[in-house]
């Protein structure tokens, strides 16, 4: 095996930025649980974000003219001015949380490939204060997001010049953004594992033609 002959796919998704150098802003969030079939009705999202979490699927989204399956510990982030409609029964139950935020300041949405953003973001070439969140992404410690979620909707709030659930959607986010990287570190890992293990077996064939 020749090294230079290992090509690795450029895998490129759609992100979206989160600036926190002030907090994001709780609108009104749940957890939504229903027996089958259920599809999810038409909405738009006027200038909020929305989050989903999906406990126990497959939910089927269209997200303005694309179209998403959303199966178990899956996270969606729906952008603002976007319309969003269920395009499919889901047969069997569905249990999903979901929260709608706002942002304070102006966000993007864009393409990238994911092992370039990676690498930018471990480089710190990004700005302070800016997170980088797929639009859709598997959350492998979905139980501590879990756990923040809980926290959000269980606030009632006595003090009107402190908004906790502001803070904890911030924390959630930092939370949802950390588990993204660190899979992908984990991940890069892996590869690199199984890389070095399919080098260490050619090294011990002995066979006329390269592996």
């Known amino acids: 095996m020749i090294i230079s002959d290992i090509k690795l796919e450029a895998h490129t998704m759609l992100f979206s930025t ?20 259920w ?29 998403e399956v959303l199966n178990d510990h899956e996270v969606l982030l729906v952008p603002p001015f976007t319309p969003m409609v269920g395009y499919q029964d889901s ?3 569905v249990d999903f949380y ?15 490939e994911e092992e370039k953003l990676i690498s930018e973001v471990k480089a710190n070439k990004n700005a302070k204060r800016k997170i980088y969140l797929p639009t859709k992404f598997k959350l492998i ?18 003090l009107s ?22 899979k992908s570190k984990s991940d890069e890992d892996s590869s690199r594992i199984r890389l070095y293990e399919g080098m260490d077996s050619c090294q011990h064939v002995q066979h006329p033609h390269s592996c």
């Open 141 to 158: 410690d979905y139980e501590k997001a879990t756990i923040l979620i809980h926290q959000i909707l269980s606030i009632h709030n006595e």
């Open 39 to 67: 599809r999810h009705k038409r909405m738009y999202h006027k200038g909020d974000y929305e989050m989903i979490l999906c406990i126990n699927g497959p939910i089927y989204l269209q997200i303005g003219d694309h179209r």
């Open 98 to 112: 979901w929260l709608h935020f706002f942002s304070q300041h102006r966000e993007d949405t864009f393409e990238s």
């Open 18 to 37: 989160f600036t926190i150098e002030k907090p994001l802003l709780y609108y009104k969030g749940g957890e939504f649980i229903a027996n089958g079939p």
């Open 161 to 182: 010049f402190i908004e906790e659930r502001d803070y904890l959607v911030s924390a959630l986010l930092i939370q949802l953004y950390k588990s993204y990287f660190n």
């Open 91 to 93: 047969q069997g139950s």
